[in-house]
Every structure is written in C-alpha cells, then in structure tokens.
C-alpha cells in the first residue's frame, strides 16, 4: 500500500508530509516545503521525548492548513497515552506550524520536545535524485532561529525557521525542554519564512512587493470571497453542491503570483505541476468563464508578456509562440533544463486566440482585445508560419531541443501517446488531428475579432478564407470513410495515422466537423470501445495499443472529457453529452476530495468505482475546471451579446438545477434546469 501523503497548499507554495506531519526525503514523490520549483525544507520530524508521534485523526480544515491529533509511541498506546500533540498547520507566502502539547495526567510532566529540520534545496524537476548542495547552516540560539541557506552564482534560496517558545538551536533542528502542568497544555510557533535572490542579490519578493498582489493574511476570508463570487448551485442531486464547492475551492487554492506579472494566475496543480502550464492555464481559464472569469485577462496578460520572440533551439522558441512552461527552479536558471521560458507546445498558440475571443463574449471587455490585438496577430501568423513545417497548410510540431524537448507537443505529450492502433508512432513532423481544429477555430475567432475589434476587415476575410480551406482540406485529408471517424494524426507525407481516440471530441469541439458526421462521430465517443462509463477514454479498447493505465492510451482525463461534452452539445447531441457529464460527476463524487487528473479506463461495469491512477495528480486545476465546466455544458450556459443564454440538457436523476448569479456582461443572471424525468414528474403534479 502507498503511503498516504497530506499536502497544503497555497498557489505554488505547498507542503507534502506523511499523514503523521513529518518530512522525510522520498524519491517517489516531492515530500517537503515547496516554493517556486525549491524544497526550502526537505526534513521535518517531531520527537516527544525521543520517541515519533502517530496518528489519532487529522482535521483538514481548508486547502491552506490541516491539523494532526498525535500520540507518542505505538498503537498500544493509544488508549491511555498521558500526553499527546496537536500539530496545526498552515501555508501561504511562507510556512507555520503550530505545536500545543496537553498533559492528561494528574501531576506535572517534563517532556523534550524535538522538531529535526534540514534542507537539500532540491529542484522539483530533480525529487527521484536530488544533487547534493553544499548548504550553509547557521543557528542562532539567543534568538531562536535557524537559518539555511544555498547560493550559486546569482541563484539563492534561504529558509528561515524561528520559534516563539524558547529552544535550544542547534544545526540539526529545535529542542524544547518543558514543564507542563497538569491537565495544562504548552504552545509554540514555529515559523519558515522562504527567501528568493536573484540577480545582483536583490530579494525578488522584496523587490517586487508593491507590484504583485500578494496572498492575502486571511486566507480564510479569501476562500469566503472567492466562493461568494461564483455561482451559487442549488441541487436536488444532494451530494453535487458539495462536488461543485470542492472544484472550486481546488481552483482557489491553486492560483499564485508570478514573479513577473502582478496577478494571480493557475498553476497546473499538486504534485508535479506546480507552475504555470500555458496549455493548462488557458484550458482552465476556458472551463470557468461562467464561474471565475477573473483567471482568464491575468492568463492573457502574462502569456501575451511571454509570448516568444526569437528562433531558440533550447526553448522551443519561436516568434509568436505562446509559452508552454514556466519555471524558477535552480535547473532552469542554468539551462540545464530548458523550462524556464519553455515554448514546447503547439497547442498554447491557437488555445490564447480561442481564450481571447471566448472571454470577451463572456464579459464584454473590449480594451482587453484591443489591448492585446499584437500578440494575438502574432499567434495567428505562428499558425500558418512556424507552424506549418511541411508547408501542407497543417499545424504540426516537432521539438527543436532533440536532447530534452518534448517528443510531443499536444496535450497527449507523454513520449508514447501518438500511436496508431497497433502501436506504431508516426514519423515527425505530426499533425495530430485536434491541432487543426484548434487552428480553424482560432481563425474563425481572430476574424470576428479583427472585425469587431481591430478595424481590420480584410484581414477579418482572410482569416475567414483560410479558415473554410482548412476546414475542406482537413475533411479530405483526416476522414477515414471506412471507420467512419477521423485519422488521430497526418504524417509528413500526408499518410493518416489510424486510430481511435478521444481527440475526435476535441474536433467537435472546434467547430471543424462539418453537420452530416457529427452524429458518426458521436456515436464513436460514446460507444463502447471509447467510453467507459466514467468517461471516454484517450485511445479506444479494442486496439493492439490500449492500455486502460496509460495515461494517453486508454485511461480517462476529467479535462479531456469536458472539451468532449461541450463538443457533443456544440452538434446537439445532448444526451451524450449528459452521458459523459454524469460519469465524471459521479467519477468526482465517489473519489471523494479533490478530484484526479486521470483515471484508468477500465469499464465502470468491472470495477464500480473510479481506479486513480498512481502518477494522477490531485488537485488539478482543469481537473478542477472539468467539473465546472460540465455544469455549465449541461445548463447549456452560451453568451449571446448582453444575454445569457440557457439551454438544459440533464442527466437523467438529475432533477432540478439552479445556478445562481452567472457574472458576464448582463451582470448576473441566473440558470435553471431540470431532467426529463423532473419535468414528467412535475407535468403529472400539475394534472392532478
């Protein structure tokens, strides 16, 4: 059995420990203090009189902080331990545990109370080995502070531990020799503060304290906040508020503030991808528009002031290229890895102009698109620039870095995840299927944009040309008339690369599926080789290459699933859609928590109830998004000029909906639905 883990987390700062509250180094998994791609603490492990601390129970108050009720020893003891510890913690821009001590006995006690604290300043990219830093320790006992710091060259990172309660400090940690009286309780704080320095040894946090909107002190008022601004959900589905409320509190808890932008944007999500992913960031920022439309110009704003500029082998960069990932870890600061300003994509680009479009249809705000008219431009000259490497008219990719880009650069980008049924993987440059669609649907966007927006008519019909000629030489090119379902990808000579997968939905999505195949294509989604009863899955069963935990090739991806269900709605297939909105609903409710990132495809017939995968991630944001989003599909929730348009379409059982104040540019406005089963019920009531 895996070990459980328990985390707190506030943006990209979060802590991972045992479900005891200790740290220790596992190179399974990132355990320790993280901030900014840094594990500033790498051990934390409280002693009571020598002895480690169980646990009794945990209360995980919010996504910010947790508390452990602890005994001393072994299980045995539980029942009549005269002392046990309460460890309360807590994270923001820095870290805090609380440490409250109670003596059960009848007469005072003496306990030496010992917290171990160490630091290897590991990269997240480099948890399974970490390379071993010459760390400087210094301790001040007067003051009862740890320092531990590393630097190299310009690269500097410094955990400052310091306790409230008096302590022997030493190198290794704290020592509390205590008196506690009886039936009485001893409290300390201990406190991390995490210092960032760069160039010139200038504090970045310091240096950019005004600029940035920092994590508010109260984080308890600011998840209240946050919450109150969404949507209210009423349900007659009891458990689903709850599902609804845990989507979004997984969204507050994962947005931070870059460095260098001075607005809260979403990072991927918790263990792995606690950075600003482009493709993750813009497909969150596409799910909540009905919900938390204040991600999205952040979003905009920050990838428009990354958006490529130059030819970069390294980076994958290339003029108007939309950024694939951001990181501050040591290995990015040397090159050693290329994710500092990692451009690895081929997705992002069209994904930024479709987020654009889309946002301003939700809220109205004009300055924004016209404000950000150039990297848009841009964007859609990369498409048919850069883009085009076969000079075919298709969107493909191929990495520049051959010794650590990305094999491939679409949202499946594991190294095996483009193969055709039997398993072969194409030659290179690829034109996978959904690039295309995203592509036609960028075009078609930056058209109205150019129209409305730019005062730029020829080029609004140039880009609606394209588009059309697109969309026809696609529908030649991608459509396998024997299978009746389009080819997953082009190889450079223009061979289809057959298989079936979820990336079908993505193309419904797009717009690019003329009317007559639609209901072929539908019909492949939900059958039985693709869709599992949770989900569709990414690569269909039945094929040599599946495999139900694969990640791209058969298990299924919440995210995936709710671009495939507003696709189906998009082609008026509504009770597919509401078939796949209620397995991942049901999916999200019975994993309990924070919903996965992905889930093995084995039919929910054989297994009855969701096998996360042990590589998913949780919380993720478009995980989280996913949720929401599918709320949103089977409202039929669209922006239609000043109006909110509402076009149910419910599970069957899911009864009556209402969804309360939808922000966009009417304001707010609110939502009702019910399920046909709801609206017999309701016709038979009014009969009699």
């Known amino acids: 059995m895996r070990q459980e883990r328990v985390h707190v987390v506030a943006g990209n700062a979060f802590a991972v420990s045992d479900a005891h509250g200790d740290m220790e180094v596992d190179p399974r998994t990132p355990v320790g203090l993280f901030s900014f791609d840094t594990r500033f603490i790498s051990r934390w492990v409280l002693t009571i009189d020598g002895q480690r601390l169980h646990a009794l129970s945990r209360d995980d108050m919010a996504y910010f902080e947790t508390r452990f009720f602890l005994v001393p020893g072994t299980a045995s003891h539980y029942v009549d331990a005269d002392v046990s510890v309460i460890r309360h913690r807590s994270i923001d821009d820095s870290f805090t545990e609380q440490l409250t001590v109670l003596n059960h006995s009848a007469a005072p006690a003496d306990f030496v109370l010992r917290m171990e604290v160490g630091a290897?300043?590991?990269?997240?990219?480099?948890?399974?080995?970490?390379?071993?830093?010459?760390?400087?320790?210094?301790?001040?006992?007067?003051?009862?502070?740890?320092?531990?710091r590393y630097e190299r060259?310009?690269?500097?990172?410094?955990?400052?531990?310091?306790?409230?309660?008096?302590?022997?400090?030493?190198?290794?940690?704290f020592t509390y020799r205590i008196t506690v009286p009886a039936h009485g309780k001893w409290i300390t704080d201990l406190h991390v503060g995490m210092t960032i320095r760069g160039e010139g040894g200038h504090d970045l946090r310091e240096s950019l304290e005004s600029h940035r909107l920092r994590v508010r002190h109260d984080m308890r008022h600011d998840l209240r906040d946050w919450l109150d601004r969404a949507p209210q959900l009423v349900s007659e589905q009891e458990r689903l508020p709850a599902v609804y409320e845990r989507a979004l509190t997984d969204l507050a808890a994962l947005r931070y503030v870059p460095l260098a932008y001075p607005g809260r944007v979403p990072v991927g999500g918790l263990p792995w991808a606690m950075a600003l992913h482009g493709r993750d960031a813009l497909i969150t920022c596409l799910q909540t528009l009905p919900f938390t439309p204040e991600l999205a110009p952040n979003t905009l704003r920050m990838l428009a002031l990354l958006q490529g500029g130059r030819l970069d082998d390294q980076h994958d960069e290339e003029p108007g290229k939309i950024l694939a990932e951001l990181r501050y870890g040591e290995s990015a600061a040397f090159g050693e890895q290329p994710t500092g300003l990692y451009y690895g994509a081929a997705d992002t680009t069209p994904l930024f102009v479709i987020l654009l479009d889309e946002y301003e249809r939700w809220s109205g705000d004009a300055a924004l698109v016209r404000e950000l008219r150039h990297p848009a431009r841009m964007a859609l000259d990369w498409i048919d620039g850069y883009g085009d490497l076969t000079g075919d008219g298709y969107l493909r990719y191929r990495r520049r870095d051959t010794r650590t880009g990305l094999v491939n650069q679409c949202w499946k980008n594991s190294p095996d995840a483009i193969a055709d049924a039997v398993g072969r993987q194409p030659a290179g440059p690829r034109a996978t299927c959904e690039l295309q669609g995203y592509a036609y649907d960028?075009?078609?966007?930056g058209a109205r944009l150019a129209r409305e927006f730019w005062a730029d008519p020829e080029y609004a019909d140039q880009l609606q040309r394209e588009a059309a000629a697109l969309k026809e030489r696609f529908n030649r090119d991608f459509w396998l008339p024997r299978q009746e379902h389009y080819a997953l990808a082009l190889e450079p000579d223009g061979t289809p690369v057959e298989a079936l997968t979820s990336n079908l939905g993505h193309l419904l999505w797009?717009?690019?599926?003329?009317?007559?195949?639609?209901?072929?294509?539908?019909?492949?989604?939900?059958?039985?080789?693709?869709?599992?009863?949770?989900?569709?899955?990414?690569?269909?069963?039945?094929?040599?290459?599946?495999?139900?935990?694969?990640a791209h090739l058969g298990a299924v991806w919440p995210s995936d699933n709710s671009l495939i269900a507003a696709g189906l709605r998009r082609y008026h297939h509504d009770e597919e859609a509401a078939r796949v909105a209620a397995g991942i609903l049901a999916m999200a409710d019975l994993a309990g928590g924070s919903v996965p990132e992905v889930i093995a495809g084995y039919p929910r017939t054989a297994t009855g109830y969701p096998v996360q995968l042990p590589m998913a991630g949780r919380p993720q944001s478009w995980s989280a998004g996913a949720l929401v989003m599918l709320l949103g599909t089977i409202l039929g929730l669209r922006p239609c000029g000043d109006n909110l348009l509402v076009n149910p379409a419910l599970p069957e059982g899911f009864g009556r909906i209402?969804?309360?104040?939808?922000?966009?540019?009417?304001?707010?406005?609110?939502a009702y639905g019910r399920d046909r089963s709801a609206a017999r019920?309701?016709?038979?009531?009014r009969l009699r």
């Open 120 to 148: 290897d300043f590991a990269d997240t990219s480099e948890i399974r080995s970490p390379t071993p830093r010459r760390v400087t320790t210094a301790a001040s006992p007067p003051d009862g502070v740890l320092r531990l």
């Open 153 to 173: 060259e310009r690269f500097a990172r410094e955990a400052t531990v310091s306790s409230t309660a008096p302590a022997d400090v030493d190198e290794g940690g």
């Open 442 to 445: 960028a075009k078609i966007r």
């Open 510 to 550: 797009s717009g690019i599926v003329p009317e007559e195949r639609s209901r072929a294509v539908a019909d492949h989604l939900l059958g039985p080789q693709l869709f599992s009863g949770w989900g569709v899955r990414t690569f269909a069963d039945g094929q040599l290459a599946y495999n139900p935990v694969g």
């Open 658 to 670: 209402e969804l309360l104040d939808v922000p966009g540019r009417w304001g707010r406005a609110d």
């Open 681 to 685: 019920r309701g016709r038979r009531a």
